[in-house]
């Protein structure tokens, strides 16, 4: 049964701010899924497109989608997280009620939707919904076991800082709704709770919405967010520097997808929920306290200039190792220039192993896409696409004076993936935290890298002399937890999750 159908008349739930990729046009789309022979119709709209997001999104099909996903931004989302109390009823709901209101990523690329619905289920989920046996087993050890199990090996210290909800196994799935309003989300939902009845449990839930005014598509550091993605398939040139990896990569069962999995699975992907709590006066303090002393720079260009090195982009989204000294917002915003560079120099295939004066080795986007820095060059089997959004309230004035955190905000954290040891895992354990990865003596990711809560050490941060060690004493970003989930294909849902 597919959702009903509408035009909204122009009005669009996405958001796609200057310097990321844009959507491509339905019969763009339709093209580009029939080459690739994947069925837009049947993805659910988040995995490539994203409706949902800013940081990480999704949509489908080999190209077009991915390219899309990557780019959008969501206004406004809310993330559900329920129990399953009835499965029977559960399921008939779901067939009877939900299915038809979940929305595929054509439906999404068509802007046919004003709020958009995507469900995924964790590994407990899969139980309640008596999943079992040789259906059950996707071949995942990560999801199988849940996130709380994987927290230390994240560089969590323990479940300490998580939100209590998310510690334990107790949540089965996760409703992400997305729209240019919170009144539709809040009115969709209020339906959704009123057609599941009893049959579940809210546990937790979190509301996500894109920054106002000028830092519309920036998380909460102020950089924009979303510029590089993966895109899949062969058929579309991707953007200069994007990502090109085969489509099984991101959805499960398709080309590059060597993982023997149940056939239901076929075209669902893994999907990584981590609220991850951002301390931004500190993470500003620390800018203003650590300038970059170089001649023709002002203290605040200096402390600018730290910040930009530490992420390997300035808020503008312009690459360092593109424009090393100071911000170019023209760059930052042509999406055909802002992505295109590998760390080499021209004309070379590896980077220099020794040359930190244009971008450190441990910048968060250096660490977790190390592009030419890898021997073997482009990594072909450690992408993600990102979809989250930023959570919680603008700071306030008297945090900014007093340089700390009083009310929460962050980032919603979503990524999606074929295979989330080889994916977000693999990011997070053995990039960003790995103090000698890309080389010995990097230090950890200074943004997301995490040591357990003890200090982290960063190196090359300081272009006027790269052997130079800055010491964390605090993580700006700090795990509040998350889970693992499945987000199915419709037909899954229609045909295995709800009977
Ligand atoms: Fe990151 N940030 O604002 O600092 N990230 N990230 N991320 N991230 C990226 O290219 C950020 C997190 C990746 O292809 C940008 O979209 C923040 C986790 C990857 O060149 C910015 C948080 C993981 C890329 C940020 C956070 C990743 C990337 C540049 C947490 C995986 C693409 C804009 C609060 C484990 C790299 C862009 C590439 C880019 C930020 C989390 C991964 C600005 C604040 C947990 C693969």
């Known amino acids: 049964m597919k959702p009903a ?10 958001f796609n701010p200057q310097g990321l990729p844009q959507l491509p046009s339905l019969q763009e789309a339709t093209n580009a899924s029939r080459q690739a022979g994947l069925n837009l119709d049947d993805v659910q ?16 099909d080999e190209t077009w989608l991915f390219r899309t996903r990557i780019g959008m931004r969501k206004v406004f989302e809310r993330f559900f997280f329920f129990g399953i109390s009835d499965a029977t009823e559960f399921k008939a709901r779901l067939k ?7 929305t595929s990523t054509m439906q999404v690329i068509a802007n046919q939707t004003d709020t958009m619905l995507n469900i995924a289920f964790s590994q407990t989920g899969l139980i309640a919904l008596n999943i079992t046996g040789p ?21 969590d210290p323990n479940t300490t800082n998580w939100v209590p909800e998310f510690v334990g196994t107790n949540i089965h799935g996760v409703m992400l709704l997305a729209s240019d309003t919170e009144a539709s989300i809040n009115t969709t939902l209020a339906d959704l709770q009123s057609k599941l009845g009893n049959s579940i449990t809210e546990i937790y839930s979190l509301r996500g919405a894109m920054r106002p005014n000028e830092n519309k598509g920036h998380e909460h550091f102020g950089f924009l967010d979303g510029i590089s993605n993966p895109t899949v398939g062969g058929f579309q040139d991707p953007l200069p520097g994007q990502a090109l990896v085969p489509t099984g990569e991101i959805l499960v069962g398709e080309t590059g997808d060597n993982v023997t999995r149940p056939e239901w699975a076929k075209d669902g992907s893994f999907l990584v929920f981590r ?18 002393n170089e001649p023709g720079l002002t203290p605040e ?23 090393p000294k100071f911000d170019d917002p023209d760059l930052g915003k042509d999406k055909f220039r802002n992505n295109d560079f590998t760390f080499a120099e021209p004309g070379q295939n590896s980077s220099d192993p020794t040359d930190q004066s244009k971008c450190p080795f441990s910048a968060h986007i250096r660490k977790t896409r190390p592009r030419a820095d890898l021997s073997v060059g482009e990594n072909t089997t450690h992408h993600i696409v ?17 340089n700390t955190t009083e009310i929460e905000r962050g980032l919603a954290f979503v990524a999606y993936q074929s295979n989330i040891t080889a994916g977000f895992q693999f990011l997070q354990h053995s990039w960003a935290n790995n103090q000698k990865f890309v080389h010995s003596g990097v230090g950890f990711d200074p943004i997301i890298g995490a040591n357990a809560g003890a200090q982290r050490p960063v190196n090359g941060l300081d272009p006027t002399n790269t052997t130079r060690n800055f010491t964390l004493t605090i ?14 294909s419709i037909s899954a849902i229609a045909n295995t999750l709800s009977v």
């Open 5 to 14: 159908l509408w035009n909204l008349g122009g009005k669009s739930i996405l």
């Open 45 to 60: 709209g988040g995995h490539f497109v994203s409706p949902f997001s800013c940081h990480h999104v999704c949509c489908i």
């Open 96 to 102: 009877t009620d939900i299915l038809p209101l979940i």
């Open 135 to 155: 259906a059950n087993d996707l071949n995942d050890t990560v999801f199988t076991n849940g996130q709380v199990a994987d927290a230390s090996n994240l560089g």
């Open 275 to 292: 609220q991850l709590k951002q301390l931004v006066p500190e993470f500003n303090k620390f800018l203003a306290d650590n300038p970059i």
């Open 301 to 323: 260009q200096g402390s600018e200039l730290l910040g930009a090195r530490m992420i390997g982009r300035w808020k503008s989204g312009a690459p360092i190792f593109l424009t």
């Open 386 to 402: 990102r979809a989250g959004i930023p959570y919680g309230p603008e700071v306030a004035d008297d945090e900014s004076s007093s």
């Open 475 to 488: 993580d700006f970003v700090v795990s509040r937890g998350g889970e693992y989930f499945f987000s199915p």
